[in-house]
């Protein structure tokens, strides 16, 4: 396995080890320490299922303060989970289950709570799709469904009103028909014999009107069931506000926790058409959120768009709260010999770069390249920063083994659909862990200002394994 060099300390504060050399003590927290997850299987019982959004917050925890020990100004962003930054349910929910008695309840922290040791070690969050994404289509289709049950409701309500009206209505009686009596001078030919007598007092009453039937209630019996239909339409529309209203609000609350903190946020949008990236930059820029958006519809991050960057300018840029714009390009396919890659990346005016530093499929950027990646065309000076998937390994990297599979060695978990090459990690185990801090102290020696882990979403893939209910 390709190592690079001065592994160990990196290593050692992810084990959660004494760091000796005095730059690396500096602000590592202390906390207990933790024993290792136990593997994972079918079932497990709840005493031993264990807090696995907690399992990545510490790693994110170690990285940033071996970061931070090498140099204060290194930026450490995550990339999505927003919900890392404050208890969930899930975790308040396991310790109950864990602690039914309440032995222990006088320690610990209500759902919700700030994770404050998280939000120190963050820099930056990174949204996906916060105007363009599913999220945001998630909330348009709530509001399309609001209008649908309120347009629902107001149709049955104005056939509700016909009905009541048409039940005030008397209901018409049809009258006897009375014919003439028949005389010669009538007939209508003196061959056609005269028609029987009929007496226009001698008339018989009209038939009877048939009784409705059960199936089918007179008008004035059906406006109850109208009035339900109406009132249900009307909960109907009620709960798609509601929704929607929760959705807005439960988003604006853990933003607003993470701006609090002094955090900054950025967004990466895919959306349908070039004139939607912009108003997603110009939204997101209104709500302080750094933002790339294009209309590639695979979402690839694997060119550079033709549009100049929204904000452009010819500023020096030192610290990433300078950032006004930033160009995510985490795939380098489209520019295969290494000269044109560096060439194109770098011959834009974006103030913040995010690329793979590891380069899949071709040696990793160089400390000279990296640097030339830090000057804009204009010839002012930006950030560069590195991708790190925390998640998920990949068989083209340079730590992958012939031999491995998933299951083998054991921290390999199972290969992650849609994505050739790819497959999910159980990220708490040494071995994993060894290979991330190898790899952030290596992108730290190639001179990128920050990195900005991905992947950190993985402890989804096992809560949902593992059901509390």
Same mark, same amino acid.
């Given at each position: ?37 136990? !593997? ?6 709840? &005493? ?20 931070? #020990? /090498? ?18 349910? $899930? ?15 006088? *320690? ?11 939000? *120190? ?11 363009? #994404? ?5 909330? =348009?289709? @709530? ?102 209203? @929760?959705?807005?609000? &439960? ?10 903190? #002094? ?17 997603? !930059? ?5 709500? *302080? ?5 294009? @209309? ?11 549009? $100049? ?28 010999? /290494? ?17 793979? #530093? ?7 950027? &160089? ?12 010839? =002012? ?32 978990? &199972? ?49 949902? /394994?593992?059901?509390?209910?």
């Amino acid at each position: 396995m390709t190592t690079f060099p001065g592994t160990w300390a990196v290593v050692a504060v992810l084990m959660g080890l004494a760091v000796s050399p005095p730059v690396l003590a500096q602000g590592v927290p202390s906390r207990p320490h933790r024993a290792a997850a136990p !593997v994972l299987t079918d079932e497990i019982p709840i &005493s031993e299922i264990p807090n696995y959004r907690d399992f990545m917050r510490e790693i994110v925890i170690a990285l940033s303060a071996y970061a931070k #020990g /090498r140099d204060p100004a290194f930026a450490v962003l995550v990339h999505g989970s927003s919900e890392l930054f404050a208890k969930s349910q $899930r975790e308040a929910q396991l310790e109950d289950l864990k602690d039914p008695e309440g032995l222990d309840k006088i *320690h610990r922290t209500p759902q919700g709570t700030l994770m404050s040791r998280f939000a *120190h070690a963050v820099d930056g969050l990174v949204l996906d799709g916060h105007t363009c #994404g599913a999220e945001a289509e998630a909330e =348009a289709t @709530a509001q399309q469904a609001e209008h649908a049950a309120a347009s629902k409701a107001e149709a049955e309500a104005a056939k509700a009103d016909e009905a009541d009206e048409a039940a005030k209505k008397p209901v018409p009686v049809k009258k006897p028909i009375h014919l003439p009596k028949p005389t010669a001078a009538n007939r209508i030919s003196r061959l056609e014999p005269l028609p029987p007598s009929i007496e226009a007092d001698d008339a018989p009453p009209p038939p009877p009107l048939p009784p409705p039937s059960a199936a089918e209630p007179p008008a004035a019996e059906k406006l109850p069931d109208i009035a339900m239909l109406h009132a249900a339409m009307g909960a109907v529309a009620q709960a798609a506000r509601d929704r929607t209203a @929760a959705l807005r609000k &439960s988003k604006h609350d853990q933003l607003a926790t993470v701006k609090n903190e #002094g955090i900054r946020l950025m967004a990466i949008e895919h959306c349908h058409s070039d004139a939607q990236a912009a108003h997603a !930059v110009a939204r997101n820029e209104a709500e *302080h959120i750094m933002t790339f958006a294009d @209309a590639d519809p695979t979402g690839a991050l694997d060119r550079i768009p033709k549009a $100049r960057p929204w904000g452009e300018n010819s500023l020096t840029i030192h610290a990433l709260r300078e950032s006004r714009n930033m160009l995510v390009l985490l795939d380098a396919h489209n520019y295969p010999p /290494r000269l044109e890659y560096v060439t194109k990346v770098g011959s834009n005016n974006y103030d913040l770069l995010i690329i793979d #530093g590891l380069n899949p499929g071709q040696p990793p950027l &160089s400390k000279g390249e990296i640097y030339d990646l830090h000057f804009k065309r204009l010839g =002012a000076k930006r950030l560069v920063m590195a991708r790190l998937d925390l998640g998920q390994a990949r068989d083209y990297l340079y730590y992958w083994k012939n031999e491995w599979r998933p299951g083998a060695p054991k921290w390999l978990d &199972s290969p992650i659909p849609n994505t050739p090459g790819a497959v999910a990690v159980r990220y708490w185990d040494e071995e994993w862990k060894k290979i991330i801090g190898d790899s952030f102290k290596g992108l730290m020696d190639l001179g990128v200002d920050g990195i900005m882990l991905d992947g950190i979403d993985a402890y989804r893939l096992f809560e949902s /394994r593992t059901p509390l209910e």
